[in-house]
């Protein structure tokens, strides 16, 4: 079965810096492509960031050079960091696990910056 869980999100002001992690179970994240999503309200899904198996990495362009993900592969673990933070990056933030072209979802965290 596999498990996907965020850490806290958090509350932060314009410009600060936050890391997000995503703790997985059930699955390798050096083997499979890892990601972020974040939904905001009345807004749909979509991709932060990703990273691949060969550690390929992709983003959102609204965050590119703000936002790095990363993995520990002894932790298992995926991470976010999320710097030079904007009121539009307020959102759930949700993990992503793709596997045999099923994906998995962690529970979602909220982060909030506020001008």
């Known amino acids: 079965q596999v498990q996907l869980v965020e850490s806290r999100g958090g509350l932060v002001q314009a410009g600060g810096s936050l890391r997000l992690s995503c703790a997985a179970s059930g699955i390798t994240v050096s083997f499979n492509t890892m990601g972020w999503y974040c939904q905001a309200p009345g807004k749909q899904r979509e991709l932060v960031a990703i990273i691949t198996s060969g550690q390929s990495t992709n983003y959102a362009d609204s965050v590119k050079g703000r936002f790095t993900i990363s993995r520990d592969n002894a932790k298992n673990t995926v991470y976010l960091q999320m710097n030079s933070l904007e009121p539009e990056d307020t959102a759930i933030y949700y993990c992503?696990?793709?596997?045999?072209?099923?994906?998995?979802w962690g529970q979602g965290t909220q982060v909030t910056v506020s001008s």
């Open positions: 992503n696990a793709r596997r045999d072209f099923l994906d998995f």
